[in-house]
């Protein structure tokens, strides 16, 4: 039996996983300080739960990743404390994020998390690796549904030019 058969929690990581999933985990921690300063920022309640959604999905990785880490030796990327809230009329006008740039950002972050999971789905060779981010991926998505829908309903959402009618190139 070759080393990389039976169990693969038993299998050892190779250079890639370790490094994504590391690396991940380093910027999930990053996004959790800027989120929670988001949180500060925000003045829309719908955008606050969504905020709080989204650090706790990072939070809920994070805890995966960290067990797979730690169960294969590998020492854990430094944790930023938390950040105390804050109230959003101390914070002066001028250096307030708004709603519409939070939500952006959070749009964004989605689309990257997404493209992440995917690369490490894709470069995985153990199988609970690669299904630990297919349901980071589905969660993401999920989360990423919800953020188009209130930048929708909010009218925060800044779309491209839209096609509405095709031309017709024999006319």
Known sequence: MGILSGNPTEEPMHYGEVYLTWSH????????????????????????????????????????????????????????????????????VGARFNDVEIAAILSTDVSKGLVICSTIIGQSIREDIGMMYGQFHMKKAQFGVKVLHLNKEKGWLLPPPLHLKAQNKHE
Not at 62 to 89: D, F, H, V
């Open 25 to 92: 985990l380093l910027a999930n921690n990053g996004m959790i300080d800027l989120y929670q300063g988001f949180y500060n920022h925000a003045g829309d309640e719908d955008l606050k739960k969504l905020i709080k959604e989204g650090i706790q999905g990072i939070k809920n990785e994070n805890q995966e990743i960290e067990n797979l880490l730690k169960a294969n030796g590998i020492a854990l990327p430094p944790t930023p404390p938390e950040r105390p809230e804050a109230n959003l009329e101390e914070i002066p």
